[in-house]
C-alpha cells in the first residue's frame, strides 16, 4: 500500500482542504506564509496610494508656496494676504537683491567655507578613528573604544565647552564653528562596523606584501567603503550646512555669521541684521521686493544644496549605514 501525503492526513483526522487558510476576503493562501507576504487586493492598493498622494502633497504644498512667494512681486504678495499659491507677476528681484553682495551673500559664503571644510576635516578625522577602532591588533584599541562609547551617551555640557573655545582663543573665529563638533562617535562606530566587515583575506595580501597600514587604508579598505563615506559625508555636510547654535554662542561679528543664523535671525525672529541695509532687506518699498519675498528667497537658498546633493547620496544609504550599523 503506497502511503501518501493525503492518506496520512486522513488518518491524523485532517483533511489538505481544512488546512488551507483563507484572508479576510475568503481568498485561499499558502498555509505557511504569513499575511504581510501575501499580495495586497484592490482595496488595500487603493487605499496605500491615497495615502502616499496625500503625504506627498502635504510635504510639496509648503515647498510649492516657499517657492512661489520667493519670486513673487509685492503686488502679488499684497492680494495673496501673505503667502502666494497661485503664481501671477513672477520676478526674480528678491534673488537679485539678497545676491548683490550684501549680508546674505557673504553668509553663504561662510557657510559653504564652513560646510566643505568642515566636512572634509570630520572625514578625515573619522576614517582614521574608525579605522584604527576596526584593527584589534592597535594599541589601547579596547580602552579608546571605550571612551568613544562614553561620549555618544554623556557630554560635557555647554558652560564646559564655551570655556575650552574662548580658552583657545577661537571666538569670532570660522574655526568655532568647525572644530566643537568635527567628530561624531555615532558616526564613526558605523564606519567602524563596516571597516570591520572588509575581507580580511584582503589586508592579509597586503601586509604580506609589505603593504603598510596607511596603505592598505587608502588603497584597500576605503575604495570598497565609498558607500559609507559617502553617507557619513552626508551627515556631517547636512550637520555643518545646517548647524547656527554654535554660531550663536561663539561668533559676536555678524560679518561671521552662517547663512542659518541669518535666516534664524531675520526670517523666524524678524529682527534686523547688523550691516543690512533697508533696500537688502526689501525695507524700501521705491521698487524693491517685499521682505517677504525675501525671506521665502533666503529660506530656498538655505534648501537648494541638501536638494542638490541628497539625490547622488540617496542609492548609498542602503548599503551604506544599514551594513554598517547591524552588522559586525
Not at 500500500?1 to 476576503?25: A, F, Y
Not at 555640557?157 to 574662548?166: A, E, F, Q, R
Request: hydrophobic fraction near 50%; proline fraction near 5%; aromatic fraction near 10%.
Amino acid at each position: 500500500m503506497k502511503v501518501t501525503s493525503e492518506s496520512l492526513d486522513s488518518i491524523g483526522g485532517r483533511s489538505r482542504s481544512s488546512r488551507v487558510r483563507r484572508d479576510w476576503n475568503g481568498r485561499r493562501r499558502h498555509p505557511e506564509r504569513p499575511v504581510w507576504d501575501e499580495e495586497p487586493n484592490v482595496a488595500t492598493k487603493t487605499t496605500k496610494n491615497v495615502v502616499l498622494v496625500l503625504v506627498v502633497l502635504a510635504v510639496l504644498f509648503p515647498l510649492w508656496t516657499v517657492v512661489i512667494t520667493s519670486f513673487s512681486t509685492q503686488g502679488a504678495i499684497t492680494n495673496a494676504g501673505g503667502l502666494v499659491v497661485v503664481p501671477t507677476d513672477l520676478t526674480v528681484n528678491a534673488y537679485q537683491q539678497i545676491l548683490s553682495g550684501g549680508v546674505v551673500t557673504r553668509s553663504i559664503g561662510v557657510s559653504v567655507i564652513v560646510t566643505a571644510g568642515g566636512t572634509a576635516l570630520s572625514l578625515f578625522v573619522s576614517i582614521l578613528g574608525a579605522y584604527a577602532l576596526s584593527r584589534p591588533g592597535t594599541l589601547l584599541h579596547r580602552p579608546i573604544l571605550f571612551l568613544v562609547l562614553i561620549t555618544m551617551f554623556f557630554g560635557a555640557g555647554m558652560i564646559p565647552t564655551y570655556l575650552l573655545v574662548s580658552s583657545l582663543g577661537l571666538i569670532d573665529t570660522l574655526w568655532a564653528l568647525i572644530l566643537p563638533t568635527s567628530v561624531s562617535a555615532f558616526n564613526v562606530m558605523i564606519m567602524r562596523n563596516f571597516f570591520i566587515n572588509v575581507d580580511r583575506s584582503m589586508i592579509d595580501c597586503a601586509r604580506i606584501d609589505g603593504a603598510s597600514e596607511w596603505r592598505i587604508l587608502w588603497q584597500i579598505v576605503l575604495p570598497v567603503s565609498k558607500a559609507v563615506v559617502a553617507v557619513i559625508g552626508l551627515f556631517y555636510g547636512v550637520a555643518y550646512w545646517n548647524a547656527f547654535f554654535n554660531a550663536m554662542l561663539y561668533i559676536n561679528d555678524s560679518t561671521l555669521w552662517p547663512l542659518q543664523l541669518v535666516l534664524r535671525s531675520y526670517v523666524l525672529q524678524g529682527q534686523a541684521i547688523p550691516g543690512a541695509s533697508a533696500a537688502e532687506l526689501g525695507m524700501d518699498q521705491g521698487g524693491t521686493p517685499a521682505g517677504l519675498a525675501i525671506q521665502m528667497a533666503v529660506v530656498v537658498l538655505a534648501m537648494v544644496p541638501i536638494l542638490v546633493v541628497y539625490p547622488f547620496v540617496q542609492r548609498h544609504f542602503a548599503t551604506g549605514v544599514m551594513i554598517g550599523a547591524v552588522k559586525g
